[in-house]
């Protein structure tokens, strides 16, 4: 049952998350949260849960996400959500992730979805770093 109904999320998701961006605002999709110890693997991963924590998958297959890094945070939090996402940073002083093209991103620049913390704000946000070397790493102040 579960395989199920991971199948049908691994289907109907991206194809609903995929129309509904189109539309500018909010989305239309709502995905379970990912969010969390008990997050949903499959809003973002095309791999399920059990094979994202084998030692037998393969990282670049674990990797693998629904849509693209932009997206999969925007099936969820609009198209208005993300700050600078989609430039080429002028600075980039900590050395931040970016996607292949040398942009920001929301899933891997500014956001970790799997960063754990003992900060509360770094674990609510889901931030790479804690703070002003966050900022500081594109800003000048």
């Known amino acids: 049952m579960k395989k199920m109904i991971a199948l049908i999320l691994w289907i109907v998701i991206p194809v609903s998350s995929a129309v509904s961006s189109e539309k500018m605002g909010a989305p239309t999709v709502k995905a379970p949260s ?3 110890v008990a997050g949903k693997c499959q809003v973002c991963h095309v791999e399920p849960e059990d094979s994202l924590n084998s030692w037998f998958t393969f990282t670049s ?3 693998k996400l629904t849509l693209d890094f932009n997206e999969v945070c925007r099936q969820c939090h ?12 002028a600075l980039n002083r900590e050395s931040l992730p970016l996607d292949s093209s040398g942009k920001i991103t929301c899933a891997v620049t500014c956001h970790n979805i799997h960063i754990a913390s003992d900060d509360p ?3 609510q946000y889901h931030l790479r770093l804690i703070g002003a070397p966050l900022c ?3 800003h000048k102040k």
């Open 78 to 89: 609009g198209l208005d959500f993300g700050h600078g996402v989609g430039k080429k940073p």
């Open 61 to 63: 297959t674990k990797k």
């Open 136 to 138: 500081l790493s594109c």
């Open 121 to 123: 704000r770094q674990s």
């Open 34 to 36: 990912p969010h969390g």
